[in-house]
């Protein structure tokens, strides 16, 4: 799309702090995580799929450029869309001009950042070459070369990566006479040192013209082609050349798409954003949404003055932020294992006492705590799917729910029993975590918590930040 960032000196240009910049550390991420999951992709077909060739859909968001937006670009934001919102996926806009890369060399501490990040919360990362305003990728082919030659060094090792070496090309910039060419000798560059990592190539007219790409493909292996679309700009006809090109056996991953017009700020265009996600999912074609910043506009996924960290209630997000959070929300499949309207004991892993109504109270307001485990039906809980890859969790003595009492969402906030009314205090994700699964509460992101990870009958329940321990760890035993 044809996004026109105006520099004004004053009000627009956020300024922050560069981070230093650490070599990227390995850490074991997460059993469950997505990576340690599917490992390193690859291309089959014109299918991105994971290490076990199984088709894989990968979901997310996209920064802003980070010279702009960059506060919101940390693990700390990049955690809570994981938790709460199910990404799989960010990806960081280096931009070229307009105060970027070309300009400020340093604004690749921000890609580090990310990157890290990524690793850390074990999610996959597209790296962004962000060409927009110079048309041709050729124009700073050199600095691509150097920028990708230190990326593809540093993460080499990491299967996280993802490159994507042409954000929009456009203008006079077409697939045979400018892309193609500059493709063939970029990627070369990377695959000397990354051998197997996915490649992403734009396409001319702002990445709409794959059918020119899938005409005269590149001799790779491992190399994706972009579609960006705008929702209210583009439709059926785009969704036409994505199927002819995959249809030639090329492989498309949707880098950037919005819900506004192609100027970023028309809409948003909720009623035609839902077919383009649809047509995505029944397709498995990966993306990734434009963007995840509090900029006033209609793609902009934060509302002005949004936290840079996360924790977003659905005040401090636009209109289609919520609508992309629910898209990501609903095309995530259930947790491992969990059979809406079964009934399950959940025993706490790090005391192995079990989640129990206190004195098998059946009033709103019942506390929530742990106690031996008995077999009562005050430790009986009906795990019920409400959408959204959302579940309410009710006691099976008295119908009442989970919930968090006064819709808090600070560390320490009660959890009682109380009627289900489809709050957002009562709806929790379920995350399976090795061979246990931990609960995250919708309204705050925070996890069903022991308190003080005590051991003992009575010890209350609670939302807490997720922290890994045992205290948030819940093993659940089916017993219908």
Known sequence: MFKKMIAVFCALIITFMTVSFVPPQKVNAEANSVVAQNGQLRVSGNQLVNQAGEAIQLKGMSSHGVQWFGQYVNYDSMKWMRDNWGITIFRVAMYTQDGGYINDPSQKNKVKEAVQAAIDLGIYVIIDWHVLGEKDPNIYKQQAKGFFTEMANLYKDYPNVIYEIANEPNGYATWNGHIKPYAEEMIPVIRSIDNNAIIIVGTGTWSQDVHDAANNPIAQSNIMYTTHFYAGTHGAWLRDRIDYARSKGIAVF???????????????????SKVWTDFMKDRKLSWTNWSLCDKTEASAALAPGASPYGGWSDGQLTASGKFVRDQIKSETPPSDGIVSGKTYK???????????????GTANGTNVQIWDDNGTGAQQWIITDVGGGLYKVTNANSNTG?????????????????????????KWSIVKVGSAYKLIASNSGKALDVAAAGTENGTNVQIWDDNGTNAQKWNLFQLN
Do not use: C, R
């Open 346 to 360: 959940m025993v706490n892993v790090g005391s192995g006492k079990a989640l129990d109504a206190a004195a098998a």
């Open 254 to 272: 949707v880098t950037e798409w919005g819900t506004s017009d192609a100027s970023g700020d028309g809409g948003p265009f909720l009623a035609e």
């Open 402 to 426: 989970l919930d968090v009492a006064e819709m808090g969402t600070a560390n320490g906030s009660n959890v009682q029993l109380w009627s289900y009314g489809g709050g957002s205090n009562q």
